[in-house]
């Protein structure tokens, strides 16, 4: 499969709100709400953030659907499975108001002060500054970002011509911070790494997909990691990076093999032998949102990778037991 890399810096959408599929490494092209040629109904934009290290996980999220959002934060423990701390807050009828960043790179301050509840997300050149206060709960990270590439996505959807997934992620980040929640401290240090999950589309009422992500040390360097499938047209590209010591390794379609129990071992592996992970889950972290028209549910699996990865060189990656999660979702939104 010849994947189209965009090299060229554009719009996102062009004059009739129609995406050019395709991947790049950087924000190359601009992105622009304005351009969107769909209802405001169906409008999605997110900011997702995810701190962890070798137990424990931070979860921060600021998005909306349009006709309903959400402010939320979750930490937890994937060894033991205890939820430590689980806020969450539903925005009704928020459309543009939560005025997200049209660039997932560009420095920017993102804002949340209501009801006792206070977010932020400062991106300044290659630092993230998070933030988030409620009662009986407060965490502040620092992520600094360590590779300069990362996976950006843009996907169309057979669907409807206006329909469209324009998505960044950015992992590799090291992550240093502190939680308390009523009275309990925790702290995230030398082994803990950060992601983000930047999103803006249109799509189809009914989506399913599959998606894994980790951070961690290989050999000494920092290895990431970004695979998918499932969601809309990827016959032009995929979501399916590497990253290791400050460079990136594109590759094709991974299938993600898995038996009906969640908790069962799932295998992940690409059609051109540079990808072979089998995870060994520890904690099933579901999430179900009903609300309005909004009927989502999420299995999204913590535990242990263990495998090989290929890079564009030729040398073989040996992954032992990487701490990251796969995810399987179904949504109606």
Same mark, same amino acid.
């Given at each position: 499969m010849q994947e189209n890399h965009i090299t060229t810096p554009g719009p996102v959408l062009d004059a009739h709100g129609v995406i050019t599929p395709g991947y790049s490494?950087?924000?190359?092209?601009?992105?622009?709400?304005a351009d969107i040629k769909a209802s405001c109904f169906r409008i999605k934009e997110w900011d997702f953030y995810q701190v962890s290290d070798g137990e424990k996980c931070l979860q921060l999220t600021y998005g909306h659907a349009s006709?309903?959002?959400q402010v939320a934060?979750?930490?937890?423990?994937?060894?033991?499975?205890?939820?430590?701390?689980?806020?969450?807050?539903?925005?009704a009828f928020p459309f543009g108001s939560l005025h997200l960043p049209e660039n997932a790179e560009q420095d920017s301050d993102v804002r949340y002060d209501?009801?006792?509840?206070?977010?932020?997300?400062?991106?300044?050149?290659?630092?993230?500054?998070?933030?988030?206060?409620?009662?009986g709960f407060e965490a502040n990270v620092t992520l600094e970002r360590k590779n300069p590439y990362s996976l950006v996505i843009h996907i169309p959807f057979d669907e409807y011509k206006t329909a469209f997934y324009y998505n960044h992620k950015i992992n590799c980040m090291t992550a240093r911070g502190r939680v308390v929640t009523d009275d309990r401290e925790f702290l995230f240090?030398?082994?803990?790494f950060g992601l983000i999950d930047w999103g803006r589309g249109v799509w189809p009422f009914h989506n399913e997909?599959?998606?894994?992500?980790? @951070?961690?040390?290989?050999d000494g360097r920092i290895f990431g990691f970004n695979?998918?499938?499932?969601? #809309?047209? %990827?016959? +032009? !590209?995929?979501?399916?990076?590497?990253?290791?010591?400050?460079?990136?390794?594109?590759?094709?379609?991974v299938h993600f093999?898995?038996?009906?129990?969640?908790?069962?071992?799932?295998?992940?592996?690409?059609?051109?032998?540079?990808?072979?992970?089998?995870?060994?889950?520890?904690?099933?972290?579901? @999430?179900?949102?009903?609300?309005?028209?909004?009927?989502?549910?999420?299995?999204?699996?913590?535990? #242990?990778? %263990?495998? +090989? !990865?290929?890079?564009?060189?030729?040398?073989?990656?040996?992954?032992?037991?990487?701490?990251?999660f796969a995810e399987h979702a179904v949504n109606n939104w």
């Open positions: 490494e950087r924000s190359i092209s601009t992105y622009r709400r006709y309903a959002g934060a979750m930490l937890f423990n994937f060894k033991t499975g205890e939820v430590y701390a689980n806020i969450s807050k539903l925005l209501k009801g006792g509840i206070h977010l932020r997300f400062q991106t300044q050149g290659d630092t993230r500054c998070l933030s988030f206060l409620a009662p240090g030398d082994d803990a997909w599959y998606w894994s992500n980790g @951070t961690g040390i290989v695979l998918g499938t499932g969601f #809309g047209n %990827t016959s +032009k !590209a995929t979501e399916n990076m590497l990253f290791y010591d400050g460079a990136y390794h594109k590759i094709g379609h093999d898995l038996d009906t129990e969640y908790m069962k071992p799932w295998h992940l592996h690409d059609d051109e032998g540079r990808l072979d992970l089998t995870l060994v889950p520890t904690f099933d972290r579901t @999430t179900k949102t009903k609300v309005l028209f909004i009927d989502n549910c999420c299995h999204q699996m913590f535990g #242990g990778f %263990t495998g +090989k !990865a290929v890079l564009d060189d030729g040398t073989v990656l040996q992954i032992d037991d990487l701490q990251a």
